[in-house]
């Protein structure tokens, strides 16, 4: 068949319908500046199936591999050695083309997995309870942003300075047609995780304060006495996790006293895959779980007594009505949850403390040698396998320079915060068990060589 198998006047007959006088009225949340007046430029119209591979396998050629160099790139994405098993078991027939579990009966692996699954997000996120998993890190981080409003009933989140400013983007382009406020800060290279402005803010309105744990520049933070001042306003804490591996060295989120703990898991048995798919975690309270977005698997018995798995509470949209949903989320990344899974029944919870104190120490190593190069400052006083180095000079220049050179020094904060002020100088590098000690050694040199 064809691939547009509509007709002109087909079109014209649905335009009609839905009283819309061009295909462009259908785009008008787009910015002009975005959309396209015609074909683009440069790109033929047709070309023959083997011209077009050849074409994109020279351009894939292009491309650096993280395997391939020096790797300290991070920022909310981390490469970590991911056991061949992973993906071996993730590939089984019975996992790879099993979808939603509708029905239980034929299901019971599947729910299997996402109820180890969530047991095992739960766990590390110090919560009560954990969800079936949900599209990534910033999707999830504004569902605990719209979970603290429908339980406060208050529309006014304070986003901390220390929050990835990608999930601080996905945030506001929600809040704008929920009718939510966000109070956004913007970190300084000189400032500390900012625990007391976060409680000076808060308000009688404030639903929610977000914070990132570890944050953007690599500080970490006793958040307990701001769980305290969160609480005694009436508001919810949501903690965002980036690097779920930091939580095998650190206390958890919700053992602090967190509200609603959400992160990314594409460390643990997710590879760096070009930015997706990646996976979504979503912990919280028990008092607090029929607000919880998604869904949640659940362990119970059959009529005759033997184990059983179901689907024991889902307030999506697609199962009960609109008005009453939580969350129009349609997926649950379920792929990824196994792959998350799997690993971490691989590793264990001392393979895991394991591997949170190898990543901890070979940052240790690349901070103390990479803040002898003239020209380097470390800026921070904690760190788990992420720390901000300050440049005498521009960051952005001095990452596209070294990686003409072969290695990939890290994430510019420039590039994170384009046209911040005091932040152009910053340069976020992280760490994890894949880097060696002469990788280290390679960016030492290649920076001395840079800023000299």
Request: hydrophobic share 45%.
């Amino acid at each position: 068949m064809r691939y547009l198998p509509l007709t002109n006047a087909d079109r014209a007959e649905m335009l009609r319908v839905v009283r819309a006088p061009d295909i462009d009225d259908l785009f008008t949340d787009v910015p002009a500046e975005a959309r396209l007046a015609g074909p683009i430029e440069g790109l033929p119209a047709h070309a023959s199936e083997l011209a077009v591979e050849r074409h994109m396998s020279a351009l894939a050629a292009r491309n650096v591999s993280a395997g391939s160099v020096p790797f300290f790139l991070g920022a909310g994405a981390y490469r970590h050695h991911v056991p061949a098993s992973v993906d071996h078991l993730i590939q089984r027939g019975e996992f790879l083309t099993a979808y939603t579990p509708y029905q239980p009966e034929i299901a019971q692996g599947t729910l299997q997995m996402l109820f180890e699954f969530q047991s095992q997000v739960a766990r590390l996120f110090g919560c009560d309870v954990a969800n079936a998993s949900m599209y990534d890190g910033s999707t999830a981080c504004w569902e605990a942003i719209g979970m603290a409003r429908r339980v406060t009933k208050r529309t006014k989140a304070i986003l901390s300075s220390g929050l990835h400013p990608h999930y601080v983007s996905v945030a506001k382009t929600m809040a704008k047609y929920t009718g939510d406020t966000l109070d956004v800060r913007v970190p300084g290279l000189d400032a500390d995780a900012d625990i007391e402005a976060l409680v000076s803010a808060i308000d009688r309105e404030t639903s929610c304060v977000v914070v990132q744990y570890p944050d953007i520049l690599g500080r970490i933070a006793d958040l307990t006495p701001l769980a305290d001042a969160v609480h005694a306003a009436g508001a919810l804490l949501v903690a965002v996790v980036t690097e779920p591996v930091a939580l095998g060295a650190i206390r958890s989120p919700g053992e602090m006293g967190a509200d609603i703990v959400v992160g990314e898991g594409q460390s643990i048995g997710v590879g760096l895959q070009f930015g997706g798919p990646y996976l979504g975690l979503f912990a919280c309270k028990e008092k607090f779980v029929r607000q919880m977005p998604g869904r949640l698997c659940g362990e119970t018995v059959d009529a005759q007594g033997k184990r059983g798995f179901v689907l024991t509470l889902s307030t999506r949209e697609q199962h009960i009505r609109r008005e009453k949903a939580t969350s129009n989320i349609c997926t649950n990344s379920g792929l990824c949850a196994l792959a998350f899974s799997v690993h971490m029944t691989l590793l264990g919870e001392r393979g895991l403390r394991d591997l949170a104190t190898l990543n901890h120490a070979r940052a240790v190593s690349a901070a103390e040698r990479l803040s002898r190069v003239p020209g380097v400052r470390l800026v921070n006083q904690s760190f788990f396998n992420e720390f901000t180095l300050e440049l005498n000079c521009p960051s952005r220049d001095v990452v596209r320079t070294l990686a003409d050179k072969g290695v990939l020094a890290g994430v510019s904060l420039g590039r994170l915060y384009p046209g911040e002020a005091g932040l152009e100088t910053g340069l976020l590098v992280a760490v994890t068990e894949t880097v060696t000690p002469e990788d280290i050694e390679a960016l030492a040199t290649a920076l001395e060589e840079e800023l000299a």
